[in-house]
């Protein structure tokens, strides 16, 4: 059984690659009975769009084609 | 200087900002490719060797009390807030500098994992160890800068 610090290791890896199909189901049962870890996904996909509103304004590779990130996974 | 080498590109870009931003990111591959020569990278293969993540969890992998996330409202809502991007810099600030140096290029400039250890030479699997280890920091940085503030 996945405790919450294993689960944010699926959370943050989550915005970094596509979680196998074995880690999105452990991950998804765990967050059904977690609000705390809930709150927690919700915050490192906040600080990922955080991330992205600035790219988009700032970056010049980026600027023109803010899909390009998600195109490469 | 490569601020200067880069002058010749920036001819018609839209502003001076994105122009520093350009050339930020190659600074901080720079800097970190540096210290790998020099032996100063430090490989995290370890996941529970750090005693700022550690003081967020109990022994058995649950939430401290003093640390369960709270809600931080709507993204949006707080995107427009000054004083959220207030708290984030000076989270970011607060981050250890390998970790500050690979959350921002995967983050803020949008390069993936796969780039990042190719740029460094360092394993995909040490990048996704600092990742999450920023990502924590960060949150509980920003809960307590912003959040407590927030609803004081």
């Not at chain 2, 005693?51 to 003093?66: H, K, M, P, V």
Request: aromatic letters at 8%.
């Amino acid at each position: 059984m996945m405790m919450c610090k294993g689960a944010t290791r699926l959370m943050s890896l989550k915005q970094d690659r596509p979680l196998t199909f074995r880690e999105q189901i452990s991950l998804r049962l765990h967050l059904s009975m977690c609000g705390a870890c809930r709150e927690c996904d919700r915050q490192f996909t906040l600080l990922h769009e955080a991330g992205e509103k600035f790219v988009q304004e700032h970056d010049p590779d980026k600027a023109d084609d803010p899909q390009q990130d998600e195109d490469e996974h | 200087m490569s601020a200067i080498e880069k002058n010749e590109s920036f001819a018609g870009r839209s502003g001076y900002e994105t122009w520093v931003f350009g050339i930020l990111k190659y600074k901080i591959l720079d800097a970190m490719r540096m210290q790998k020569r020099h032996g100063r990278w430090q490989p995290l293969e370890d996941e529970d060797d750090d005693d700022a993540i550690d003081r967020q969890f109990q022994q058995n992998g649950r939430w401290q009390e003093s640390a369960r996330p709270s809600s931080w409202g709507e993204p949006e809502a707080a995107f427009e807030t000054e004083h959220f991007w207030q708290v984030f810099d000076a989270c970011m600030i607060a981050l250890p500098d390998n970790a500050a140096r690979v959350f921002s290029l995967r983050e803020l400039m949008g390069l993936s994992t796969d780039d990042i250890c190719k740029e460094l030479g360092i394993k995909e699997n040490n990048c996704w160890v600092i990742l999450h280890r920023a990502r924590l920091r960060l949150r509980a940085c920003i809960e307590q800068g912003w959040l407590k503030e927030e609803t004081a």
